[in-house]
């Protein structure tokens, strides 16, 4: 970090405790080879940066890293300097040396920190007093959890989830049923399957030709008063049914008269041409006996005569042909008839039958309906005992959480990544109606220990029974990271100031976080010869001394 922002006690700050770079009070001090201080930062910063001349004013020396050395001489005596807190401008009234400085910060209340939601998006700078206060009320990315769903969104997107939560309860614009959640009334509204009384819906005469649109419950009166008007349509519709069959059936009656018209003529034309056949006979018959014809007249009437009979025989036959017509188109239409006559029967049958089956139908949708809503109000009971099961399985009430922190590294990298740089352990209390509690990780350290520490601090939370117990709280707590191969266990362990609001009785949900920055150093986590953590598990204890109590 750069250096200190602080204001000297009894003075000004003499130049040699400034960095060249920030002309801040050096934190971490280095010096160069030609003799100027760098806050370690700066010193990094003006590494990266490419440009390696010494920046004070009158020098601009190269500055090699390997020849820049830490300045112990000069931290000891700037750890000594009296200081006002950095913050003293914003009302804190901390005094003391710049050692302890850091340790001060850790707590102050008027410490400048981001906000716990900063992975969710929060780029809010707030006072440390004031942090509980905009989590409760002013984030807009603190979690709320829906009372409908359970599922937990940003506040700043709660609104636009709550217009779409399918398990949310809302009331059907059309008949006013209230107690459906939003994917059942989806279903209540369904044209073809929906219970709402109130929904329009077609006639189910509508294929027959009515054009009536009713409530679901209006429906039952319709039909009631329009029998007479469905019959007729029925009618209507049986008639267009078979109008095909009909038409083919009126053109056979109108070929069958037009046959009955024609036979007549081609009878009398066969009588003529017979008449007409033996009258030559007649005459050959008499020439023949006289021996007065000629060979060449007999030519000519045997001609004739072959010429009448093949135009008899070509009448007869296309008498036969229309006769056998006629007889089959005549049984055509006795058969079109019975089918008609048969459809129409059928017809009716299956009208009555599909009426009988969609009440049916209907009635077994209603009871489906009925007990998948009891089905899901069960499940949502069931879901909701479960949690409270669990909850109840992880809470102890004799002043010792062991707290077990699976997945480290996903933990871990998120972590250093800023995604998700602390987070909370599951409350526990010093009896079932004492203090409760909980504990607050930085897996990559924060304030004074952050990227070189693991940072743990403990949280008094509001409880029910606050109000019968002594205030501020006073226990001694006791930090412990447990070694899983048995050899050696961190602990540490503090007494609360009981000065500081952060032991107070709670006045919102939790108390601001106290507790050990430095509490282990993250190069000793990855030590082989410890098991601080296996199989990606690490294990922490939280004692709160309870002998008092």
């Known amino acids: 970090m750069p250096g200190f922002a602080v204001k000297r006690k009894g003075g000004r700050i003499e130049p040699k405790y400034l960095c060249t770079i920030c002309a801040l009070l050096l934190c971490e001090p280095k010096q160069t080879p030609c003799g100027h ?18 920046r004070a004013r009158d020098c601009g020396e190269d500055i090699r890293l390997q020849d820049v050395y830490p300045d112990k001489a000069i931290e000891r005596e700037i750890l000594s300097i009296a200081i006002f807190c950095s913050n003293v401008e914003d009302g804190c009234k901390w005094e003391g040396i710049v050692r302890h400085l850091m340790a001060h910060l850790s707590e102050c209340d008027f410490e400048k920190i981001t906000c716990i939601n900063a992975g969710q998006g929060c780029k809010v ?42 398990v949310a309860p809302v009331q059907c614009d059309w008949c006013g049923k209230k107690g459906l959640t939003r994917a059942q009334i989806q279903e209540h509204q369904q044209p073809e399957t929906g219970d709402c009384p109130k929904m329009k819906i077609a006639c189910s005469f509508e294929h027959m030709g009515c054009k009536e649109k009713m409530e679901k419950r209006q429906l039952a009166e319709h039909l009631k008063k329009s029998v007479q008007n469905h019959l007729n349509m029925t009618k209507t519709y049986i008639v267009n049914f078979y109008s095909n069959f009909e038409h083919h059936r009126q053109q056979e009656v109108e070929s069958r008269e037009n046959m009955r018209i024609l036979l007549p003529r081609l009878e009398k034309d066969i009588k003529d041409v017979d008449g007409k056949i033996a009258e030559i006979e007649s005459k050959l018959s008499g020439e023949q006996a006289s021996g007065a014809a000629s060979s060449g007249g007999n030519k000519t009437l045997e001609n004739r005569i072959e010429q009448e009979r093949a135009r008899v ?10 006769e056998t017509r006629v007889g089959t188109f005549e049984g055509i239409v006795a058969v079109l008839n019975r089918e008609i006559e048969k459809c129409s029967s059928q017809m009716e049958a ?10 049916i139908i209907e009635t077994l949708e209603r009871k489906v309906r009925s007990l998948e809503r009891i089905i899901a109000l069960k499940d949502v009971a069931l879901a909701e005992q479960d949690l409270r099961i669990q ?56 304030g004074m220990g952050k990227g070189t520490h693991v940072s743990l601090f403990f949280v008094v939370m509001r409880g029910h029974y606050d109000g019968l117990l002594r205030w501020p709280f006073r226990q001694k707590v006791s930090f ?23 032991f107070q009785r709670p006045t919102s949900d939790m108390n601001i976080a106290s507790g ?34």
Not at 313 to 322: G, M, T, Y
Not at 484 to 501: C, G, I, K, L
Request: charged share 30%; net charge positive; glycine share 4%.
């Open 125 to 166: 700078l707030i006072c440390r007093k004031n942090l509980a206060n905009h989590l409760q009320s002013d984030c807009e990315y603190r979690p709320v959890t829906c009372q409908w769903c359970q599922e937990t969104t940003p506040h700043k997107e709660h609104k636009d989830h709550r217009q779409t939560c399918p």
């Open 391 to 446: 909850t109840l399985e992880m809470t102890s009430y004799d002043g010792v959480l062991t707290w077990k922190i699976a997945d480290f590294t996903r933990k871990r990298h998120d972590a250093i990544t800023g995604k998700t740089a602390s987070f909370y352990s599951p409350c526990f209390f010093t009896s079932r109606t004492g203090y409760k509690m909980c504990a607050r990780i930085y897996l990559n350290g924060d």
């Open 313 to 322: 025989e070509e009448l007869r036959r296309k008498i036969a042909a229309w």
């Open 480 to 502: 412990m990271l447990v070694d899983q191969n048995n050899r050696e266990n961190v602990t540490d362990a503090f007494r609360p100031d009981p000065t500081s609001s952060s």
């Open 350 to 359: 299956y009208e009555r039958q599909r009426r009988q089956d969609r009440e």
């Open 516 to 549: 050990c920055p430095l509490f282990v150093p993250l190069s000793q986590l990855d030590s082989s010869s410890h098991g601080y953590v296996r199989d990606d598990t690490m294990f922490l204890k939280i004692i709160v001394d309870t002998s008092d109590l």
């Open 37 to 54: 201080r760098y806050c370690q930062s700066c010193v990094e910063d003006l590494a990266r940066s490419g440009r390696r001349r010494c």
